[in-house]
T-cell receptor
Framework: GESVGLHLPTLSVQEGDNSIINCAYS??????FIWYKQESGKGPQFIID?????DKRQGQRVTVLLNKTVKHLSLQIAATQPGDSAVYFC??????????FGGGTRLMVKP | GAGVSQSPSNKVTEKGKDVELRCDPI?????LYWYRQSLGQGLEFLIY????????KSGLPSDRFSAERTGGSVSTLTIQRTQQEDSAVYLC??????????????FGSGTRLTVV
């Protein structure tokens, strides 16, 4: 279900390293998954999506991996840059027009 | 419009006063959602509108919170008798009515509400 009242876990990485952000989703019937990036003072923005008939999808510097067996989603960011510092949310679409959001992970990039 | 527009971007109000937050969704998006985000925390669902159907109000935290959507477009979230715990960023999002949701929701930049 939606995250309520959770303090965000933080991932700290060195600039240039790869980042991996993980998410466990709840609904085995979910058919569609999205990663959002939220920068300070802004609303969440779409990064990349994946449908349940795929296990990997690549974008520019980002890759999403889906493991339906264990209901796990990950976002990999290659060569992490200071501009990648943000909060990252996963979301799943189990039915209808509602998304269920994960609790979010704060990514901090050290120069 | 090109994106989801929310106003005001910032609102400071005194405890006990009523506030209205506005959301203009993307043209053609018939689904509209309100979320609340407290400092450093995740997204808390508040309410969902889809077309002319009755809204899903299951996330509203108390009867001081209400929302309406006029003409299937603009939405207003009203908080009556504001309390300090209402301080948060209120995010609005809209989407097409499809399943699965292609590209998910488009979010506005939010209204930062501070109750003093």
């Amino acid at each position: 279900g939606e995250s309520v009242g959770l303090h965000l876990p933080t991932l700290s990485v060195q600039e240039g390293d790869n980042s991996i952000i993980n998410c466990a989703y709840s609904n085995s019937a979910s058919d569609y998954f999205i990663w959002y990036k939220q920068e300070s003072g802004k609303g969440p923005q779409f990064i990349i999506d994946i449908r349940s008939n795929m296990d990997k999808r690549q974008g520019q510097r980002v890759t999403v991996l889906l493991n339906k067996t264990v209901k796990h989603l990950s976002l990999q960011i290659a060569a992490t840059q200071p501009g990648d510092s943000a909060v990252y949310f996963c979301a799943e679409n189990g039915a209808g027009n509602m998304l269920t959001f994960g609790g979010g992970t704060r990514l901090m990039v050290k120069p | 419009g090109a994106g989801v527009s929310q106003s005001p971007s910032n609102k400071v109000t005194e405890k006990g006063k009523d506030v209205e937050l506005r959301c203009d969704p993307i043209s053609g998006h018939t689904a509209l959602y309100w979320y609340r985000q407290s400092l450093g925390q995740g997204l808390e669902f508040l309410i969902y509108f889809q077309g002319n159907s009755a809204p899903d109000k299951s996330g509203l935290p108390s009867d001081r919170f209400s929302a309406e959507r006029t003409g299937g477009s603009v939405s207003t979230l009203t908080i009556q008798r504001t309390q300090q715990e209402d301080s948060a960023v209120y995010l609005c999002a809209s989407s097409l009515v499809t399943w699965p949701l292609s590209y998910g929701y488009t979010f506005g930049s939010g209204t930062r509400l501070t109750v003093v």
